[in-house]
């Protein structure tokens, strides 16, 4: 249980690396919560600090929540594929995500976690958060609208975890239900530009 909550801790350090603010700091010494959608994400910095960028902070945003999920193997006694292993690594999982979003080195005033949210699909589900990754980037590309993008991809895990083996498993299938809500409500006012179509689109 110590090993636990100590691994919980460094989920939520590794989280709090806020990459979209940080490169603002770097790059262009400015406070990207100050500009755009005054959100410090992936989307927000590919606006203010420039398309590659933004693209490095989702992938670091992405790679944070996978790093803390395979803190799971440092805990002795734990049976692979079994509940405790996977409520263990979304518990790292999701502490990472926590750390985004309320991030203890930049005042914790982070990102909405959908990059985060994706490392954990990948670290717990690999081939099925490839999928979900991949309707991610098609709707982009198609629609080239972000929250859109995200809100169908969070849609899309949980049906991919329920048609599959994977709904064997309550803890899974539970954690992509709740998953899809948490991002649904953080981009609640995303989806009401989108009713009015006035959401911005990325490029």
């Not at 999982?93 to 914790?108: K, L, W």
Request: hydrophobic residues 55%.
């Amino acid at each position: 249980m110590c090993l636990i909550v100590f691994f919980s801790i460094i989920s939520y350090l590794i989280g709090s690396f806020s990459s979209a603010f940080w490169f603002g700091k770097w790059f262009k010494n400015i406070d990207i919560r100050q500009f755009g959608s005054k959100n410090a994400g992936a989307t927000n910095a590919c606006r203010i600090v420039g398309f590659k960028i933004g693209i490095l902070a989702f992938t670091l945003d992405a790679m944070k929540s996978f790093i803390a999920v395979q803190l799971i193997y440092f805990v002795p006694n734990i049976i692979i594929d079994s509940e405790a292993y996977f409520q263990i690594k979304i518990l790292f999982g999701i502490c990472a995500v926590v750390g985004h979003i309320f991030p203890i080195y930049s005042s914790f005033k982070g990102g909405k976690g959908v990059a985060s949210m994706f490392g954990i699909f990948f670290g717990l589900t690999p081939f099925m958060g490839l999928i979900a990754f991949a309707v991610f980037i098609i709707l982009i590309f198609l629609t080239r609208i972000i929250s859109l993008s995200s809100i169908c991809s969070a849609i899309v895990y949980p049906i991919l975890i329920y048609t599959s083996s994977y709904s064997q498993s309550i803890t899974l299938t539970v954690f992509s239900v709740l998953s899809c809500f948490l991002i649904i409500v953080t981009h609640r006012k995303n989806i009401e530009r989108l009713i009015k179509k006035e959401e911005k689109k990325l490029f």
